[in-house]
């Protein structure tokens, strides 16, 4: 079953672990996936080469999402590629964290979900 057949989604921190999981399991169900990722190029190259050879559609693309202006052309260049936007998972901003776990600076990481949030609700526009 293939449900999300004509969505796109981005998916931050998506070149490795739970982002990369996250993404598969989206083309699984028919979405073309963003895969972000802020250093990792040739990690996020692998999973788009992976969902690819499993049929799925993806585009790897680099942003800081704790950079507005990184945000922002994450968002534009998802719509220019695929021309709309319908799913976002905000699961990169790991760099938030200390070795416990523990938010280093929560109010930065309520930030950065805050504007994706708020870039997604309005558009890349």
Do not use: W
């Given at each position: 079953?293939t449900?999300?057949?004509?969505?796109?989604?981005?998916?931050?921190?998506?070149?490795?672990?739970?982002g990369?999981?996250?993404?598969e399991?989206?083309?699984?169900?028919?979405?073309?996936?963003?895969?972000?990722?802020?250093?990792?190029a040739?990690q996020?190259?692998?999973?788009?080469?992976?969902?690819?050879?499993?049929?799925?559609?993806?585009?790897?693309?680099?942003?800081d999402?704790?950079?507005?202006?990184?945000?922002?052309?994450?968002?534009?260049?998802?719509?220019?590629?695929?021309?709309?936007?319908?799913?976002?998972?905000?699961?990169?901003?790991?760099?938030?964290?200390?070795?416990?776990?523990?938010?280093?600076?929560?109010?930065?990481?309520?930030?950065?979900?805050?504007?994706?949030?708020?870039?997604?609700?309005?558009?890349?526009?």
């Open positions: 079953m449900p999300l057949i004509g969505k796109i989604a981005i998916v931050t921190g998506a070149s490795r672990g739970i990369r999981a996250i993404a399991r989206l083309t699984q169900d028919g979405a073309s996936v963003v895969v972000n990722y802020a250093q990792s040739d996020a190259k692998e999973v788009v080469s992976a969902i690819e050879t499993g049929g799925g559609q993806a585009l790897a693309l680099q942003a999402i704790s950079k507005v202006a990184d945000v922002h052309r994450l968002f534009q260049e998802t719509v220019d590629r695929f021309g709309q936007l319908n799913i976002l998972v905000n699961n990169g901003a790991d760099d938030a964290f200390n070795p416990d776990g523990i938010f280093q600076d929560a109010n930065q990481q309520v930030a950065v979900q805050n504007l994706c949030n708020k870039v997604a609700t309005k558009g890349a526009g």
